[in-house]
């Protein structure tokens, strides 16, 4: 069985930036891809960035592209998200998950372990 454990969140001013963590323990973790979710209130959850595994190929979410970049360290089996140019609408807990599947890594589905989030406040 796997856990995934997120930290790094906080508060931080428009423009700032964070560096979320994600650290998977219980078995070393040979699957597909690692993820980045966030859920605001009253809002669904949506995708935020993935990285495979095995070759460190990364996609991200439109709103994020060339603001946040994902990495991952295998020796750790960790995954990180630095997020520059922080924006208000960021804010959200961010959730990191870990799958395999035939989906596309940007859906939900694609996943089947889950932490149980950090929450992200932007804000002067």
């Known amino acids: 069985q796997v856990q995934l454990v997120e930290s790094g969140g906080g508060l931080v001013q428009p423009g700032g930036s964070l560096r979320l963590s994600c650290v998977a323990s219980?078995?070393?973790?040979?699957?597909?891809?690692m993820g980045w979710f966030r859920q605001a209130p009253g809002k669904e959850r949506e995708f935020v960035a993935a990285i495979l595994w095995s070759d460190g190929l990364t996609y991200y979410a439109d709103s994020v592209r060339g603001r946040f970049t994902i990495s991952r360290d295998i020796a750790k089996n960790a995954v990180y998200l630095l997020m520059d140019s922080l924006r208000p609408e960021d804010s959200a807990v961010y959730y990191c998950?870990?799958?395999?599947?035939?989906?596309?890594?940007?859906?939900?589905?694609?996943?089947?372990?889950w932490g149980r989030g950090t929450q992200v406040t932007v804000s002067s």
């Open positions: 219980g078995r070393a973790v040979s699957t597909y891809a």
């Open positions: 998950a870990l799958g395999s599947g035939v989906i596309p890594v940007t859906y939900s589905e694609y996943y089947n372990t």
